[in-house]
């Protein structure tokens, strides 16, 4: 049986999980008190994984990548605005740490899921992405 959808999508799943640790991150303390940012965070979380599954649900690899690099954009805000929380004494240097660890690891492949489906819209074609 094949794949079913985004949600067998690994990265997808991934950045569920982020998306998921940083609402349940978010919701006490200084962080949770700060809405503007508190509610930016969880945004960009969000917008990780809804981009993908809305990549995967595209017609064409054009759109499909399109959509992809918009997760990695959401990304790249995550990171910056966890970097400010930090900063500002809202987050622990571990919990930090932790977080730095899952979207370097979500954004590695993130780019490995556009690498693959540039190379289809190259090649005329399109294969499943195992572990993608």
Excluded: C, P
């Amino acid at each position: 049986m094949g794949r079913k959808g985004f949600k067998d999508l690994i990265v997808w799943q991934k950045a569920k999980d982020l998306a998921v640790a940083i609402y349940k991150l978010s919701g006490g303390g200084d962080l949770g008190r700060d809405f503007g940012l508190r509610d930016q965070i969880r945004r960009s979380a969000v917008s990780i994984a809804g981009n993908l599954a809305e990549g995967d649900e595209r017609d064409t690899d054009k759109e499909a990548v399109h959509s992809f690099y918009i997760a990695k954009g959401s990304l790249a805000e995550l990171q910056s605005q966890i970097l400010i929380a930090y900063e500002i004494g809202y987050l622990k240097k571990e919990v930090y740490e932790n977080i730095s660890a899952d979207y370097s690891e979500l954004g590695k492949v993130i780019g490995k899921l556009i690498k693959y489906r540039r190379g289809a819209m190259k090649a005329g074609n399109r294969q499943e992405a195992i572990g993608l």
